[in-house]
T-cell receptor, first 112, second 112 residues
């Protein structure tokens, strides 16, 4: 049972434009959400997180938006750069829980 | 850079052999997680350990798989009598309580 879903397996964006990666979840107990970036042959790298008390968190070019009523979060990358080309995973957990549930990933390609 | 260290990076085993995957967490981290990534799939949680204790093993297959995190030394994921379906990338992550997980670069297990 996939509790965190990334319905777009891939996304291509022109350099300089905005990349929007989407993630949906089903468990209303989730209250902590993270985005990871993964290059081939490497482990995922933590990018940005948001807790359910917020609806937006920004770090440089990366912004995560959380819509609790829709059980939806998104990652915006502005402006997109070729080095952003990677697989992006969203993950969710309950703050007091032990498990982080990961989506299946979205492969982002930024075209120079 | 004392990140999460996994070894070996690549492991080849024949069907029926044992596979041992090692993970040294980041300095100061007492929480260790193991994930498996099958081709074309996301990261699947397997087990969460703290020193000398298995906290949550709900993602572990019931047979042939075991994990430990001893008082001294790395965490070990052990797979006995490997089968072709065990071929995957196995990632270890470590964290402080309630903080984002930091991942190693994984062990790619291939079963001949």
């Amino acid at each position: 049972d996939q509790q965190v879903k990334q319905n777009s397996p891939s996304l291509s964006v022109q350099e300089g434009r905005i990349s929007i990666l989407n993630c949906d979840y089903t468990n209303s107990m989730f209250d902590y959400f993270l985005w990871y970036k993964k290059y081939p042959a490497e482990g995922p790298t933590f990018l940005i997180s948001i807790s359910s008390i917020k609806d937006k968190n920004e770090d440089g070019r990366f912004t995560v938006f959380l819509n609790k009523s829709a059980k939806h979060l998104s990652l915006h990358i502005v402006p997109s750069q070729p080095g952003d080309s990677a697989v992006y995973f969203c993950a969710a957990s309950a703050l007091l829980g032990n498990q982080f549930y990961f989506g299946t990933g979205t492969s982002l390609t930024v075209i120079p | 850079n004392a990140g999460v260290m996994q070894n070996p990076r690549h492991l080849v085993r024949r069907r029926g052999q044992e596979a041992r995957l090692r993970c040294s967490p980041m300095k100061g981290h007492s929480h260790v997680y193991w994930y498996r990534q099958l081709p074309e799939e996301g990261l699947k949680f397997m087990v969460y350990l703290q020193k000398e204790n298995i906290i949550d093993e709900s993602g572990m297959p019931k047979e042939r798989f075991s994990a430990e995190f001893p008082k001294e030394g790395p965490s070990i994921l052990r797979i006995q009598q490997v089968v072709r379906g065990d071929s995957a990338a196995y990632f270890c992550a470590s964290s402080l309580q309630g903080q984002p997980q930091h991942f190693g670069d994984g062990t790619r297990l291939s079963i001949l």
